[in-house]
Every structure is written in structure tokens, then in C-alpha cells.
């Protein structure tokens, strides 16, 4: 693939669900590869159209970009793209060749898994650890299946030296998260991500959720910590949380995990009550969790909240977690049955 169609492809995939004019995309060009003209740009995309790859809508006086993925060949070049940054990451990292011929062993017969994606590759390894996004098919034994890659994954870790956070995950938690509107690692993942492993089905997948749904990045990526007081009160309130004497105004959405992880890391007390009633009224998705708490230092308290939930409320997404953690040996830490259980009492939640 020639050097403009490879960065033009790669430039739109990274930011597919913006709606990206030509002079857009010439200055996002520019802005990670360094040069960029509109002349040039302009007349690879009349080819590109010509090809059948891409669509240009005239919106006004502008012409937004599209990929078109009714063409049959544009999964191959989206994998082919996927291929070329594989390699420009590996072929400076040599020393990381040990690692990924023996992850390739030690999963090559998991027939659950449809693809593996590095997220951030090239932060992430500055910081000798690597982030992993598992795509896995429905099985029966979906839950057996994630505990064992995480303990794979946790030898690999122990053996290379190198950290790995894994986020695991089948079809469904995967159309929900990247369609919905609300922050989350998913949709933040889309924009700085490698697919390592069957490119092609990775494509094939967003392929078919695009045909139903909007996706649409999210850059950059959240910091749990940085999430504001203002987002905070917000998003508890969406949850069925109002904390005392706060005054309510509109804020960003962000996905009940990540709220989870700021609580967490904050250790403040009264909103670890907090936690306790919006884990206990909502729904969250147990790998996303698992991640958060890989990546984060909170699974030991993480657990210690999980474990009083399950006694006093249990439903299968906190036992499930539950299961998940015990894989990263890390110990639990005690949470206040008693202060726990009176603040579900009060939000009438048992």
C-alpha cells in the first residue's frame, strides 16, 4: 500500500464516526505524521473514491469523508493498514519479539478468541507495560474462558517482567460500549489501538455494528483522578445517587466503571457508599471492571465492597467480578457491612 492511502485510511479509521472534511483530515495528517498538503490529499481521496473505499457527502461547501464499508475489499485494506503499523511497532522493539511468540503459543488454541488489539501501544511499552483489547466469540463458558486468558496473561506478566491489563471482551459488551454515548475505554481505545491478532475480524466486527449503529471515537483518554466534582455529582445522580446539600448541574456522561475507579481512588469514605448503592442499582459490565482494577490500584477494595454486596444484594455481574479478581491474587480489603448496608436501606435499595 503506498505511503498517502496507507496514512489517509489509517487517519480516518482512527477517528471513524467524525464527521472529517478534507481540510480536517490534511490537518490530523499533519498533526501526527508531520507534512501534510490539501492538493495531494484532494486528489488521493478522488482515487480512493474511484476505488470504492471511500465516500465523499457534500455537506454546504465541504465534502465529508466517509469509509464506504459496503466495498468488500475495504476490510482487507483496514487489516492491511493494521499489518504495516504492527510491524513499524515491532521493528524497533526487537525485544519484544520473546513475548509475542510465546503469547502466540499460549493462545493459538482458544478458538473463543476472534482478535487481540494493543490500545496505546507505543505509550504503554514506554511504561514497560501493554494494554490488550480480546475480542472473544459466545461460548457457553464465557466466564471459565475469561478467568483462564487473565491467567495466562498473569504468567506472561510474571515471566517477561512486563504489565498487562487485559480487557476481554464477547459481542455484546463490545456493540454497547463502542455505540454508547457515554465516556468509556472502549470508545477511547478506537483512536490508539494495533489489532495484533485477526485484523480482519476486528474489521469485520465494527463493520457490522457501523451498519447499525453510530460509532464514534473518543481522544484522549481519561484519567479517572482528573474527572471533575461537577461530572462526579452529575453522573451519581444519573446512577440513582444524590449526595446531600450538592448543588446539580448538567456534566459529561461517563460509564459507571470509570465512576467506580474515581471513587476508588479517592478512598473518601461517604462516596464509597456512594459506590455501594450505584453498583447495587445499575448494571455494569464485569470485564470492564476487571480491567479498570488491573490498570488502577483498586481491585483489593474493589473486592471488599463486591463481597459485601453479594451477601446483602447479590446478582450475577458482582459475583461474576468477584471471580475475576480472586485471578490477580491481590488481598481484599474489609468495607463497612454495617455503613453499607444502612445506605441501601436508606435509597430503599433492599
Not at 196 to 201: D, G, K, S, Y
Request: aromatic fraction near 8%; include cysteine; glycine fraction near 2%.
Amino acid at each position: 500500500m503506498d505511503t498517502p492511502t496507507l496514512r489517509i485510511l489509517e487517519t480516518i479509521s482512527s477517528n471513524i464516526g467524525d464527521s472529517l472534511s478534507i481540510y480536517q483530515l490534511t490537518d490530523r495528517i499533519k498533526e501526527t505524521y508531520g507534512s501534510a498538503y490539501y492538493a495531494n490529499i484532494y486528489q488521493k481521496l478522488q482515487d480512493l473514491k474511484s476505488e470504492g473505499l471511500l465516500s465523499l457527502e457534500s455537506v454546504g461547501r465541504s465534502s465529508i469523508i466517509k469509509l464506504n464499508f459496503e466495498n468488500y475489499l475495504l476490510i482487507d485494506k483496514l487489516a492491511e493498514i493494521e499489518i504495516e503499523k504492527k510491524i513499524d511497532f515491532l521493528s524497533e522493539r526487537n525485544n519484544l519479539f520473546s513475548f509475542f511468540v510465546e503469547m502466540d503459543k499460549s493462545l493459538k488454541d482458544k478458538c473463543s478468541i476472534k482478535s487481540i488489539s494493543s490500545i496505546n501501544p507505543s505509550k504503554n511499552i514506554k511504561l514497560n507495560k501493554i494494554e490488550l483489547l480480546f475480542l472473544l466469540r459466545e461460548t457457553s463458558d464465557y466466564l471459565s474462558e475469561t478467568i483462564d486468558l487473565y491467567e495466562d496473561m498473569l504468567n506472561l506478566e510474571k515471566k517477561h517482567n512486563l504489565k498487562i491489563n487485559n480487557l476481554i471482551l464477547d459481542k455484546h459488551d463490545f456493540f454497547d460500549l463502542i455505540t454508547s454515548d457515554e465516556i468509556n475505554p472502549v470508545r477511547e481505545a478506537l483512536g490508539e489501538k494495533i489489532a495484533l491478532f485477526c485484523p480482519q475480524a476486528f474489521w469485520s466486527e465494527i463493520k457490522e455494528i457501523a451498519e447499525k449503529n453510530r460509532i464514534r471515537t473518543i481522544k484522549p483518554e481519561t484519567k479517572p483522578l482528573n474527572i471533575s466534582d461537577l461530572d462526579l455529582l452529575f453522573n451519581l445522580n444519573r446512577f440513582g445517587y444524590k449526595e446531600f446539600g450538592s448543588y446539580l448541574a448538567q456534566g459529561k456522561k461517563f460509564c459507571i466503571e470509570y465512576i467506580a475507579t474515581k471513587i476508588l481512588l479517592e478512598e473518601d469514605a461517604r462516596r464509597m457508599e456512594a459506590l455501594a448503592v450505584i453498583l447495587t442499582k445499575n448494571n455494569f459490565k464485569s470485564n470492564l471492571m476487571a480491567f479498570l482494577s488491573q490498570k488502577y490500584p483498586i481491585a483489593p477494595r474493589l473486592r471488599g465492597i463486591l463481597k459485601i454486596l453479594q451477601q446483602l444484594k447479590a446478582k450475577p455481574e458482582i459475583e461474576k467480578t468477584i471471580q475475576i479478581l480472586q485471578t490477580f491474587n491481590e488481598e481484599e480489603l474489609p468495607a463497612d457491612k454495617a455503613s453499607i448496608k444502612q445506605k441501601l436501606e436508606l435509597y430503599n435499595v433492599l
